[in-house]
T-cell receptor
Framework: AQKITQTQPGMFVQEKEAVTLDCTYD???????LFWYKQPSSGEMIFLIY??????QNATEGRYSLNFQKARKSANLVISASQLGDSAMYFC????????????FGKGTHLIIQP | DAGVIQSPRHEVTEMGQEVTLRCKPI?????LFWYRQTMMRGLELLIY????????DSGMPEDRFSAKMPNASFSTLKIQPSEPRDSAVYFC?????????????????FGPGTRLTVL
């Protein structure tokens, strides 16, 4: 079974609209962390936002917020007021256990912002 | 800080040749990770080190792949002999040591990647 599932291979969104990128995860470890990365066409991996499994509040970073629904094992990324520069691949990732282990990535969502 | 540095940025080689990818982590970071990205398999963790010691190499695809970290500022990923199916982007990432807590946060900083093409 996949540990990270991103069900939207591609999305087209109008500029200035809000975007929700879906991510569900599977783990039996009570301690884990969830990450979102952006990969523009240039190829670099850009960290966006992090949510810990014990965090009480949803994470926010500027225009990015994470809709964390622990019981449903979902960690959707919300981008408010989308911009043309948001066009990129977006990856959800999980680290199981406390500490600094490696990440397990989803397949990604290709987001295209249209003017 | 210059960030994670990888070299070369692009490598084209012929099947059967030895390939060595290099990585310099961010100074002070205790963890170093090697990932591979392909269209078919996405991003996969190959191996990671803590304080220069390999912790988990279960993602290394086969014996043709080997990784070393001789010191805190340098790591190599070697493929010998290379095959066309090894063509991919190889990322190195590093992160700080953090105490194990319930919600320990440690961002992994990725390098720009090495695009490997094996003909």
């Amino acid at each position: 079974a996949q540990k990270i599932t991103q069900t939207q291979p591609g999305m087209f969104v109008q500029e200035k609209e809000a975007v929700t990128l879906d991510c569900t995860y599977d783990t039996s470890d009570p301690s884990y962390g969830l990450f979102w990365y952006k990969q523009p066409s240039s190829g670099e991996m850009i960290f966006l936002i992090y949510q810990g499994s014990y965090d009480q509040q949803n994470a926010t970073e500027g225009r990015y917020s994470l809709n964390f629904q622990k019981a449903r094992k979902s960690a959707n990324l919300v981008i408010s007021a989308s911009q043309l520069g948001d066009s990129a691949m977006y990856f959800c990732a999980m680290r199981e256990g406390g500490g600094a282990d490696g990440l397990t990535f989803g397949k990604g969502t290709h987001l295209i912002i249209q003017p | 800080d210059a960030g994670v540095i990888q070299s070369p940025r692009h490598e084209v080689t012929e099947m059967g040749q030895e390939v060595t990818l290099r990585c310099k982590p961010i100074s002070g970071h205790d963890y170093l990770f090697w990932y591979r990205q392909t269209m078919m398999r996405g991003l996969e963790l190959l191996i990671y080190f803590n304080n220069n010691v390999p912790i988990d190499d279960s993602g290394m695809p086969e014996d043709r792949f080997s990784a070393k970290m001789p010191n805190a500022s340098f790591s190599t990923l070697k493929i010998q002999p290379s095959e066309p199916r090894d063509s991919a982007v190889y990322f190195c990432a590093s992160s700080e040591q953090v105490p194990k807590t319930n919600s320990s946060y440690n961002e992994q900083f990725f390098g720009p990647g090495t695009r490997l093409t094996v003909l």
